[in-house]
């Protein structure tokens, strides 16, 4: 993923969290404090035997905690499947339940190579504990809205979960306009201001969200009206994105705005196909995410990668929209400058160590024409032989070394979803 | 897959390539005549611990050797890929490098739980000669058209292509209307009434296709001029069917024919998105495909499924089209029934032993709130932990048992494209 540097053949070498080395192995690692008379220089030695290391996936926009939900109540209308089976349930679930909910879709994660997430749920601080317990980077956004949590909490967890050298981060957000008073979104603009950091929520998901942000905000779409609030003065972005306005095109071009796209999610609930060619053409850095496992159902990169593409070129007419390499790009870059993740977005020395080995020795991998494409329009969760956040090996062969027993993961999400359905 | 027989816990026997008891287990095996006094009544036992058993998905639409050309030229306009790209390399493949490349999509069927297929290219027999030497079960569709396959060539594939016991068998069918003259149209009407037999072919792909073929026969529609000259008298169906007229559906209806949808071609190729919503309304039986590698990239009936209820979702503005419970009819049962394999639809005595089993101890199954939703919404490669076809276990957690070297099948893949390419 670096600037002219296609795929080669060599070595990655690390030290802690940290990339410290990337290159064809010719005489490094000779230097190397860690080397000793006795020729075991390495804690560790991986032969990747000829396999793709690449950058993890950055999962820019999901609801971890939702994992409770896949499957609870699918093949229904968008209102009757919040309203009547997604909000009665949730509004039970304590923090120690998305602790392990959370628990569960990190192990989810990592078969699909996702280094790191962009999380917005319910309960930040048992959403943070889960991810340190596992190793998983975990980037939070504010949810705040007029019925739950508030622009306090917002401000209290940006203060408390930026700690340096944290696997957790947290970035400024409200919910959406749609469950936001104008006077709510004033403080989160005044937040903005006070920290200079940007804003990330839902925007223009649904037709219908776009059509009531006009009727109560004097025909301004989504994007303009929260811009004229001052909110994204200090850049951000928005999830889903789908049905865009010229002039919301417009303020994110202005303000350098991420646009979060979520395919999957947006054929399930029926809300339509984002203008991501669009965004390319302009010049707005496109992210990726699985959105929650509520709306997916899994939470699986690959599915999203060539979703991105293909309902590019259906929507564009044209074969050649958003080739592979710019879909690599948004899933393993764009995603990681938007969480804030400056420092993970390739594989180069001084880089965090979030990296991934995708199996090239699968049938869908063969044969090997181009590993971009193969990558993007073939691959699978399959493919994942490892996958490495800040210098841990968390999954490797099928196998899960985040600290914590698969089967008690599972039993407890198994306990969670029994007593909240009694 | 049984009417009213919804997932339970229990037991499948196999004798031979058959199915011989399905049910909770209770007092079964006893009179059967494997049963010795030393208590070993089966050749093999497998403890499937508590994973799901399933009848094997179908891959009802695919050209096999085009595995050589996956990743070879993508995102580039239809015409210029297909001209430039594909034609020119196909030219020149032998019957020699079908057998390998489709060996090599055999290797990938299994990985995706793909228990039979449904191929149409170039070579018959050596694609027969590869499946019979994996264990692959595939019925070929004839590809007769203007420039390549002639009508002789289908008829004499139909003869001795359908042998009583064989993994292969053989369907009438010819490339397209497009690449068809009407006269040898009439000789695949004439071939269809002398057996009494179905016949496919590639169907309203794109808009461009229907255009053509309206400017061509008068104002007809490939379903409607293709009915006009007698080909679907004895049934059969299309493949892709995604730019269908009212007419085109009433065909569908009128002569009981199947329409198989390739959701992941269709947007990789920008032709569309099929009406899969109005073909159950209408009583239309639909099949998936995966298309071939070369416009996909890969052979995944995981990937399809999402897609067939993502899509018809979004094209229908409504998240409660096309359940998961229909769409793994389609990819189990209708997949079956269109290519002729009625003894390979469901898990019950007599049934053919083509099954598979799924990993739901997975975080991507958890909870299991749903089965089957979390099959169609969450399912990947990764969760199939066995195929079975035949009553021989050929993919077993990771593992290939379709009697060759997975390595030489890959190499010999590089050698062949290499070969055309030079």
């Known amino acids: 993923m670096e600037e002219n540097r296609p795929v080669f053949s060599g070595e990655v070498h690390i030290d802690g969290a940290r990339i410290i080395y990337v290159g064809d192995g010719a005489g490094a690692g000779a230097g190397n404090d860690k080397d000793d008379a006795a020729g075991a220089p390495w804690d560790r030695q991986i032969d990747c035997q000829g396999n793709l290391l690449m950058p993890g996936f950055k999962n820019a926009h999901t609801h971890s905690g939702m994992t409770l939900l896949r499957s609870y109540a699918d093949d229904l209308p968008l209102s009757e499947w919040l309203n009547n089976q997604v909000f009665p349930v949730e509004a039970q679930m304590t923090a120690d339940d998305i602790y392990h ?43 705040a809205n007029n019925f739950g949590q508030t622009t306090e909490t917002v401000a209290e967890m940006f203060a408390k979960l930026n700690q340096k050298d944290s696997l957790n981060s947290y970035i400024l957000g409200f919910h959406a306009e749609y469950t936001c008073s104008e006077e709510l979104l004033g403080r989160v603009a005044e937040l903005s201001h006070r920290y200079q950091a940007p804003v990330f929520t839902h925007l223009a998901e649904t037709a219908a969200e776009v059509q009531g942000c006009r009727e109560r905000h004097g025909g301004m779409t989504p994007a303009v009206y929260l811009d004229s609030l001052g909110i994204f003065d200090h850049g951000g972005g928005g999830f889903h994105c789908v049905h865009m306005s010229e002039a919301d095109m417009e303020v994110f071009q202005k303000r350098g705005l991420y646009a979060v796209t979520n395919p999957a999610s947006n054929l399930k609930l029926a809300s339509g196909i984002a ?31 060539f979703l991105v593409t293909g309902l590019a070129k259906v929507k564009e007419s044209n074969a050649a929209a958003v080739d592979a390499m710019e879909v690599l790009h948004m899933a393993c870059v764009n995603g990681a400058k938007a969480m804030g993740l400056t420092e993970a977005v390739s594989l180069a020395p001084g880089q965090l160590a979030d990296m991934v080995m995708i199996d090239l020795q699968q049938p869908n991998m063969q044969p090997l024409n181009n590993i971009a494409k193969n990558i993007v329009y073939s691959g699978s969760k399959q493919n994942v032989m490892m996958t490495m956040i800040n210098g841990k090996v968390l999954y490797e062969k099928g196998d899960f070394y985040a600290g914590s027993e698969v089967s008690a993961i599972y039993a407890k999400a198994g306990d969670i979803i029994r007593r909240l359905k009694a």
């Open 101 to 143: 909910l959370t628990r569960l879709a990190v192990l989810e994660y990592l078969t699909s190579g996702i280094t790191a997430i962009f999380d917005m749920y319910l309960t930040p601080e048992s959403i943070a504990q889960a991810c340190t317990d596992m190793g998983m980077r975990c980037v939070q956004v504010g949810a």
């Open 275 to 305: 203008p991501v060619a669009e965004f390319l053409e302009r010049g707005i850095a496109v992210a990726i995410g699985t959105d929650g496992p509520a709306s997916n159902n899994c939470l699986d990169m690959f599915r999203e990668m």
